[in-house]
Every structure is written in C-alpha cells, then in structure tokens.
C-alpha cells in the first residue's frame, strides 16, 4: 500500500512568491499533521487536521502560513509572500485517528529554498 | 527551553560497535515516548514507542528503555551497521495532539 506522499520534493522560488505544498496521507487515515524541520533543528509542529477541520493552528508562524484540507484527504500548504527564514523540509505525516498511542507515517518531505 | 533533550548531539561509530543515544524530557504529563530513525532527505520512520508502565521494548538491534520516574530514555543499537546513520529523533507525547520532538541525534557509521 502507498505510504504519505508529497508533492513537490523540491522548490525553489523568489523571495515574494507564493507557495503551495501538497500532501497525500495514507488512505484512512483521518489525522493529518504539518512539521518544519529547518537545518540541524528539530521538527516543528506547524498544524494538525482533523478530517477536514483544523483544531489546531497553533503552530503556524505567521498568517502567511495557511492550510486547507479537502475531502477529508489530500492537504495543501500555503506560503505567500516566502521570506528566505521559510526555507526548510516541510514534512507531512497521517494517523489512523486521534488516540495517542497512533503511529505517525511520514512523507518523504517538500525541500523548500528561497532565494 | 526544548522540553525534549537529546545527547549527543552527533556521534561517529565504527561498523560494529554498540552505541546508546539519550533522551531526557520534561514533558508532563505523559503520556508515550517514541524514537523515530530519519535517513538523509526522508521522513522519520517509528522505531519504537513506549507508554509509562513499559521500562524496555526491543526491535530486533535497537532497544529502548524508558525511566517514567527520572524521565529518561534511552536508545541502544547492537551491533551497529552502515545503514544506521541516521539521525534518531525522540519524541514525547503529552496527549492526542501535544507532543514534543528532541532535536535528534545525527549516528554515523563508519566501515
């Protein structure tokens, strides 16, 4: 069966462009999570999705981060305006649900570089 | 301050050898801890997960261990092979939507 899967593994834009990262979770799976992983750092928790609705934005850095999911599937990413400290590996991951003890797969990542 | 510390932060082994990575967290309350193992431009894979009752849990050369009371963990890979550089990531969870990730732990194995 397919893992997560992203889309594009690779960007790089201008400084000022806007962005769209988008993401396959594993069919089934209702939770779907956003992570930056900048160089040498941790992971850093961005959103997550719950079906379609979003219960948790806290980690969003500023309001030109944006996430939509459609369908209770597939989710975008949206960066407008990308400044250079936007450039990281966004990475997705998807659970079977909400119970804690639910594994998280993790897509290969989107590299995002802004020149 | 990361409520997650992981140590060291980079570590070079030779093939072969035994190395134990470590994790200390603040996190409470608690409720699992998991190691993940990311290879180089992929996503971090689960290695093992550990709830507050469970003090050690082995997956085939990797052994986690897990003091609930000092809140630490460790990860201990036998026998270590080139396909284990990595970098391992601890994370630890307070409840279904709160969780905390270590910085990681960059492994290289040298032949």
């Known amino acids: 069966g397919a893992g997560v899967s992203q889309s594009p593994s690779n960007k790089v834009t201008e400084k000022g462009k806007d962005v769209e990262l988008r993401c396959d979770p594993i069919?089934?799976?209702?939770?779907l999570y956003w992570y930056r992983q900048s160089l040498g750092q941790g992971l850093e928790f961005l959103i997550y999705?719950?079906?379609?609705?979003?219960?948790?934005k806290s980690g969003l850095p500023s309001d030109r981060f944006s996430a939509e999911r459609t369908g209770g599937s597939v989710s975008t990413l949206t960066i407008q305006r990308t400044q250079q400290e936007d450039s990281a590996v966004y990475l997705c991951?998807?659970?079977?649900?909400?119970?804690?003890?639910?594994?998280?797969?993790f897509g290969p990542g989107t590299r995002l570089t802004v020149l | 301050k990361n409520q997650v510390e992981q140590s060291p932060q980079s570590l070079i082994i030779l093939e072969g050898k035994n190395c134990t990575l470590q994790c200390n967290y603040t996190v409470s309350p608690f409720s699992n801890l998991r190691w993940y193992k990311q290879d180089t431009g992929r996503g971090p894979v689960s290695l093992t997960i550990?709830?507050?009752?469970?003090n050690t849990k082995s997956n085939g050369r990797y052994t986690a261990t897990l003091d609930a009371d000092t809140k630490q963990s460790s990860l201990h890979i036998t026998a270590s092979q080139l396909s284990d550089s990595a970098s391992y990531i601890c994370?630890?969870?307070?409840?279904?939507?709160?969780?905390?990730f270590g910085a990681g732990t960059r492994l290289t194995v040298k032949p």
């Open positions: 999705f719950q079906g379609n609705s979003a219960p948790d």
């Open positions: 069919s089934g799976h209702t939770a």
């Open positions: 994370v630890v969870r307070e409840n279904i939507n709160d969780m905390r």
């Open positions: 991951a998807s659970s079977a649900g909400q119970v804690s003890y639910n594994e998280q797969f």
């Open positions: 550990m709830t507050f009752s469970e």
